[in-house]
């Protein structure tokens, strides 16, 4: 311990070390060669340390014993060219460099290469020994995205500034995360004949202000932002018009739908008022009746046939009544659950005024022209069949569409403001069906 103690504190001398202390090191490392691989303050490898004050000779000897050592940081992530770069010792600069050019690039903790540490010195002379290595790290940007640059503006190194905007690599208008150019650093500093120096070079050069830069930039917002406007008012032009045509059309079906339903109550009106006149018509025939209830003018062919199309008509008006009133729809489920009933009633109204009517053809025509009630009873029942068996396929086919669609909608669920008007009609459609 006291021997590594001693080795690091003779790296480590402030004064002159003379003539002798690369062979004193020479010594140490002979006796015991493990002291290459030991560590001083703030982690600090021997390399290191010789690097910071600038031992050359020392440096020399223990990249010569081990070449392992150039790859050696201190606890911030500088290595022996940091530091000694910072210092601007530029023969130790030149033998590290000689051993490893791509040390120039490894960078701290901070993200800062050895340039950067260069151009907060005095010396030029490492500055080009730096670039003359790599010279693509002078737009290499540390953390902060500060380049060399941006370094060597803020520390007035005016004869460095100059140095490094020589360089074709160099951009003189790069940002800092802080979105600061070199010049806006520059105009930012003291009054002096350096920081004067300095922003004339950085003008002749082309610099500019970070806002000049950002000018076009700003515009270019500006646009995007105008048209993400325009879009959204455009959108929402087009979302009032769907909902302005979306209310048209459901006034429009309401006034298609109240128009059937007047046009159905008309005829639904019709069609009774010919089934009652033609029912009455078989209690008052036409030359009246004998006391048994037969008519008087049962023989004649006018009666035969005023008997036939009276009953025709008779069923006819029925069938349509029994289709209109089939045809009726509800908007609530209260209303539709009435109508339910109300069609049934009225179903069973007609069948049994047809029954009625049958029953008494049988009395006006006697015996003798049974045919004609026959004949009038087959007529009748195959009308009033027809129409009840056609209405009741039609209402059994439109609950099982009905339920069908219903499964299905909730699977898939609506896909459009098209495709929800287009099945709200078509279900409007099949309510109309009501049993």
Not at 73 to 87: C, D, I, V
């Amino acid at each position: 311990m006291v021997m590594i103690f001693s080795f690091h504190f003779i790296l480590v001398w402030k004064g002159d070390p003379g003539p002798f202390l690369a062979d004193i090191v020479q010594v140490l490392l002979d006796h015991d060669p493990s002291l290459c691989q030991t560590f001083g303050p703030s982690n600090a490898t021997p390399l290191i340390s010789a690097a910071t004050k600038g031992h050359t000779a020392v440096v020399d000897e223990l990249l010569l014993r081990d070449g392992g050592l150039l790859e050696g940081t201190r606890s911030n992530g500088k290595n022996a060219l940091h530091l000694a770069a910072r210092q601007g010792h530029i023969d130790v600069v030149k033998a590290l460099l000689s051993k490893d050019a791509q040390l120039a690039r490894r960078t701290d903790k901070k993200g800062q290469t050895a340039l950067h540490m260069a151009v907060k010195g005095q010396s030029c002379e490492v500055v080009k020994l730096l670039l003359d290595a790599d010279a693509a790290i002078v737009m290499l940007p540390d953390k902060f995205g500060n380049t060399a640059l941006h370094v060597a503006t803020r520390k007035k190194r005016a004869e460095i500034v100059h140095e490094l905007l020589s360089l074709p690599d160099t951009n003189v208008n790069a940002l800092t995360r802080d979105h600061k150019t070199a010049l806006d650093l520059a105009e930012g500093l003291p009054l002096s004949a350096e920081s004067t120096e300095i922003k004339s070079c950085l003008s002749r050069c082309g610099a500019l202000r970070a806002n000049e830069l950002n000018q076009p930039r700003d515009e270019l917002r500006q646009t995007v932002t105008q048209i993400k406007k325009d879009v959204h008012t455009q959108l929402e032009q087009t979302k009032r018009t769907n909902k302005n045509v979306h209310n048209i059309s459901k006034e429009l079906r309401k006034l298609h739908r109240e128009g059937i339903n007047n046009a159905t109550n008309s005829v639904t009106v019709v069609a009774v008022l010919f089934a009652t006149v033609a029912f009455a018509a078989i209690f008052t025939v036409p030359g009246g009746d004998q006391d048994s209830g037969v008519a008087v003018v049962v023989k004649s062919s006018s009666f035969k046939i005023f008997f036939i199309f009276n009953a025709i008509a008779l069923f006819t008006s029925l069938a349509v009544v029994v289709v209109q009133i089939t045809l009726v729809r509800g908007e609530t489920k209260a209303e539709k659950q009435v109508v339910e009933v109300i069609n049934k009633l009225m179903w069973l109204a007609s069948v049994c005024t047809s029954v009625a009517f049958m029953a008494s053809s049988y009395i006006v025509v006697g015996r003798k022209h049974k045919w004609a009630a026959i004949l009038v009873t087959v007529v009748g029942g195959l009308i009033m069949a027809g129409v009840l068996g056609t209405m009741t396929y039609y209402v059994v086919r439109s609950k099982r569409t009905r339920r069908k669609r219903g499964k299905n909608s909730r699977r898939s669920g609506s896909n459009s403001l098209l495709h929800s008007d287009f099945t709200n009609s078509e279900v409007e459609v099949d309510r109309i069906y009501a049993l």
